[in-house]
């Protein structure tokens, strides 16, 4: 976990005042954009998915849209999980269940294919900030909706002077930096 977090510390940009005044981005482009970071990122990400021994403990990954796609498909692929992308209303062509839900700066509603988690399936959420733990909150109602359990959260950060506990509850986050 300490070669993540001095990757996220050395990759991770703050864009101030984007996309609003108030608000600093965590830019997370050149992250990407860096081979080794990002493989030490997955593979710190990675370690929510697994048990005690080592191996697997899921059967999909679920990332929210945008970034979480970007980091919850190589997270997938090295816990042999399935990857399902939780999209943004009216993106997914099939039959969905829905979930709206308030943001840190606006509301949004978010789907999955009611067929993309299995009654009993066990699910790991991947993003890349849990701010105020609505998104995340959306999402394991999607599961819910499909009759999956959420059994963690992994996020590259966590904004810690934000309320996100009270939207996640008592579900396990693997969290690879907090901001203070």
């Known amino acids: 976990m300490a070669d993540a977090r ?7 940009r703050d864009v101030p005042d984007f996309p609003e005044p108030g ?65 943004k209303a009216g993106k997914l062509p099939g ?14 509603t978010l789907e999955v294919h009611r067929d993309a988690v299995a009654p009993g399936e066990r699910v790991l959420l991947v993003d890349d900030v849990l701010a105020t733990g609505g998104t995340a909150r959306a999402t394991a109602d999607l ?7 959420v059994v963690g959260i992994a996020v590259l950060m ?8 009270e939207n996640v509850g008592e579900v396990p986050v693997t969290s690879l930096v907090s901001v203070g």
Do not use: N
Not at 6 to 12: D, K, Q, S
Not at 40 to 69: S, W
């Open 95 to 108: 039959e969905t269940h829905a979930v709206s839900y308030d943001l840190e700066y606006g509301s949004a």
């Open 143 to 149: 599961v819910a909706a499909c009759g999956g359990e």
């Open 6 to 12: 001095a990757a996220l510390g050395r990759l991770v």
């Open 23 to 87: 608000v600093v981005f965590k830019d997370i482009t050149p992250l990407l954009a860096d081979p080794a970071g990002l493989a030490t990122v997955v593979a710190g990400l990675a370690t929510a998915g697994r048990d005690a021994g080592g191996g697997p403990c899921v059967d999909k990954v679920l990332g929210m849209e945008a970034r979480g796609f970007l980091l919850g498909t190589p997270v997938a692929l090295s816990l042999g999980a399935g990857f399902v992308p939780v999209r």
């Open 158 to 165: 966590d904004l810690a002077f934000l309320p996100w506990r």
